[in-house]
């Protein structure tokens, strides 16, 4: 069991298989980006044992992302080989969703349960402008692939930014009246060379709340607040879908976080916006056992900071968003 030293057990590990996406989104990074040599990631091997080790350290749950996880070669190799660790219960990835419309069945039939689609607005001339030139069609399609095969329930991620999307928010809800998923709302989180840019356009959950509730109704709380993962939960009267809010800026959950990153490039990072990190691939390069590794991510895990200092304005620095794996 991987323990920190204010009590938290550390079981949940998002995994970053590339920095590279086929975007560009605004908040994440700038357009133009420059991504690491392909020697200086994780190789299959790595990252094989690297969540082998994390596995027997009680992490149980797993979230592949990126950059874009499904540009990664082998992707469905990956999916597989995680899926069938031992101790492994939960393997769901986040992706744009631009690829899924081929990849969806493989990756469920791999045993991938679940996946998050980033799609930030349903007008594709500003979904355009928000991914610098992503088409949103081939997001719908891949988002219909998801569910035919069956990796539910659907959940949607928009990240809402100021002058970009704010305008769609209430639309963007209205989609839980129609479908069965779990539409959520991301205050933007600022990271270094995005972070003035997402400081300046941030939309809060207050404010996304009330714009919902005046150009439509309201939504109501469920679960009592308790959050589903990262996200409190809300929902219109009698919609089949739900309205998630992820509001990490102004309602952080520092408190009951159980998780750490593994970076495409090896690093274990204890906290998205802290730049605290430990380098795993480096000692494993250089020879350091199975034991060493272990021991080197359960001092790192005692160290996780406890939580991010974003309202005494520390930002993270060392890496933008798809450096480390949202
Ligand atoms: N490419 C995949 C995707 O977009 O879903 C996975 C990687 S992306 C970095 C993971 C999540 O982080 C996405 O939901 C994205 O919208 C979100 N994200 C990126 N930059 C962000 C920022 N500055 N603040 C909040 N969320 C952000
Ligand atoms: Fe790529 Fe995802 Fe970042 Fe957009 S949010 S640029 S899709 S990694």
Redesign the pocket.
Known sequence: MALDRFGRNISYLRV?LTDK?N?R?V???PEDMIFRPNHELMQDDELFLLTRVFADLGFSKFRL?????TIRQNIVGIVRHITHLPGVQDVGM????LLLKELAQPLAEAGMKRI???I?TLDPVRFRKITRWGNLDDVWAGIEAAERAGMTPIKL???VVRGFNDQDVTEFAKLTLKYPWQVRF??????GE?AAF?KDGIVTEAEIRQRIADEYAPLELQNDGKLDGEARIYKFDGAPGEVGF?S?VTQPFCASCNRARLTADGVLRLCLLRDKEVDLLRPLRSGATEADIKQIILDGIWHKPWGHGLSRDIIPLTR???Q???
Not at 65 to 69: A, F, L, Q, S, V
């Open positions: 970053s996406c975007l989104c908040y994440c990074m992302t990126g950059g874009e996880p986040t992706s744009n969703g998050n689609v980033s930030d991620n928009a990240v991301i205050e933007m989180m600022p990271f995005v997402a992820i990490s933008v968003m798809s480390i794996g949202g």
